[in-house]
């Protein structure tokens, strides 16, 4: 019989020598995926079982940022789902502007990678409200990719491909290395670190975007994420989630889910919406 996924000690001692290495809590992650993909990498390593590809990893940085690599799948790119992205400027920005009792809206990208995301929210904001001041906040785990999301450049064209050329032309420059964000939009996002299933988010919040993130994560810390964000948001604020992900029990959570990947706090969808 195939070893008891969750209690394999050799994933549990490969989860201690994480957590003591890098401060990371891979329990948060379904174990039978991870431990099949871990497998794999190891592997490539040379490493016969985890407990080995633990020490190779301690000594060797290169297979330390290998699986850092493995562990964050930074796969993004700018306006990912077009249409879902249609549906915020057109749905729900107007909605959160008009709801709001301030002037600016107060957002979240949680899991942003390499900036795409708040760089997309910020580009729609700018059309919907020209000259209009956000609070934009963006974080992820993973600060190497951090450091490429603030820096907005070397966006290659696979990356932008969901981008307009007149949008490309109003926000972004072409660059030797690729495409650059122009600074006016570059400084209205806040990059910072954070690791969505220890650390606590923003409060009073409009919009949490979080999309493609929790894939690999169990259900309970997907559950607890989910309480936490429920709670960051204000009454009316907004949770954008990924174009195949769905919020289990989001009713009970307080969530309505009103359109196709927008759960509204305390909202319902209401017959015949389109
Ligand atoms: C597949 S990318 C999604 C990027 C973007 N949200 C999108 O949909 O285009 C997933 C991102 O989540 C980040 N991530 C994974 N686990 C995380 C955690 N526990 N806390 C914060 N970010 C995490 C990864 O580093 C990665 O950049």
Redesign the pocket.
Known sequence: MAVDQVHDPDYQAFIRKVRRLLDLDLGGYKPEQMRRRLHALATRHGAPNLAVFADVMEKDVEAMNAFKNFF??????FL?DASRWNELQQKVLPRLMQSGNRRGLRIWS????IG??PYSVAMLLEESAPGQQHSIMA????ET?LARAQAGRGYQESDLRQVSAERRARFFSKEPDGWAVKPALKSRIRFLK????TQVPQQDLDLIVC???VIYFTEDAKKGLYERMYRALRPGGFLFV?GTEIVAGARDLGLGPVWTSFYEKGGYRQAGAA
């Open positions: 964050t799948i930074n796969v993004s790119e990912r949680a899991g942003c990678s795409a995301e974080t992820d785990i993973d990719i954070q690791d969505l299933l999309r493609n993130v990924g």
